[in-house]
């Protein structure tokens, strides 16, 4: 498998992933406009996508769903409730592009098993994906108040990880959101903190080379360095040196990672 973060960030988040066979798209938060300049700036195709899985249906992760889907004639998986979620913001979608994930199932494309899991979130019923292959795994996991136990267990032992590394506490508390936002993003169902991120990474990464993508960064209480480096020293405290076999890769908000071998 390959896959390429193609925009990350409070602002909009979409990642593909490819086999052989098959390519997917997880989320469309973009313009419809942008998500065909950034499949241009990795030199791949929409059309020829297989699915496109939604996690959840905020408007940073559907913006330009329903604009892709008609325009290309692709099937949207997502869980029931995010359907009803979503329906009334994404246009009209044909019913033969309308397919159910149902939360903590698999679902196989040829070799690729893809498996949904829960993240404790404040939308109808969010959830995050890992692609398995050839004992290979990539795991998505961003837009959630804490990484639990059950999450744990189904991220574990990932070979790539696109990790959520939303803001710097003090920046957030110190930062001019109205408290009620402040409140919402550092509660269970906002958004993990670079170093609560970083203690949740240092128990579900192996002894091997693991690729963390730093992700969905807040454009206002965040910053890449600031998130390498409390993530690092983290990381560091955990007893987990970063660079040794843990190595951290940022992301952008508006231009894709490189397209590599998960
Ligand atoms: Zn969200
Ligand atoms: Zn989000």
Redesign the pocket.
């Known amino acids: 498998m390959r896959f390429s973060v193609l925009a990350s960030g409070s602002s909009g988040n979409a990642v593909y992933v490819e086999n052989e066979e098959h390519c997917f798209l997880v989320d469309v938060g973009l313009s419809g406009k942008k998500i065909e300049q950034l499949f241009n700036e990795i030199d791949r195709d929409i059309k020829k996508l297989s699915g496109i899985f939604v996690t959840?249906e905020?408007s940073?992760?559907i913006k330009g769903l329903g604009v892709i889907a008609r325009k290309y004639g692709l099937p949207i998986y997502a869980n029931e409730k995010t359907w009803s979620a979503m329906d009334s913001l994404i246009g009209n979608v044909p019913v033969d592009q309308r397919f159910q994930f149902d939360m903590e199932t698999v679902k196989t494309f040829g070799t690729v098993d893809i498996q949904s899991f829960a993240v404790s979130?404040d939308?109808a019923d969010p959830m995050f994906y890992v692609f398995h292959e050839n004992n290979r795994k990539l795991v998505l996991i961003t837009?959630t108040g804490y990484v639990s136990d059950r999450m744990k267990g189904h991220i574990k032992g990932a070979d790539s990880f696109v990790f959520e590394s939303n803001h710097d506490v003090s920046m957030l508390q110190m930062g001019r959101y109205p408290w009620s936002v402040k409140r919402r993003i550092l509660s269970d169902v906002g958004h993990v903190s670079n170093e609560d991120a970083a203690v949740a990474m240092s128990e579900v990464v192996d002894i091997k080379n693991t690729n963390i993508y730093l992700s969905h960064l807040s454009k206002d209480n965040n910053m890449k360095d600031l998130a390498r480096m409390s993530v690092t020293q983290t990381l560091e405290s955990c007893g987990i040196i970063a660079g040794e076999y843990v190595h951290l890769h940022d992301t952008d908000a508006n231009k894709p990672t490189e397209l590599v071998v998960v």
């Open positions: 959840h905020h940073d992760h979130h939308a837009d």
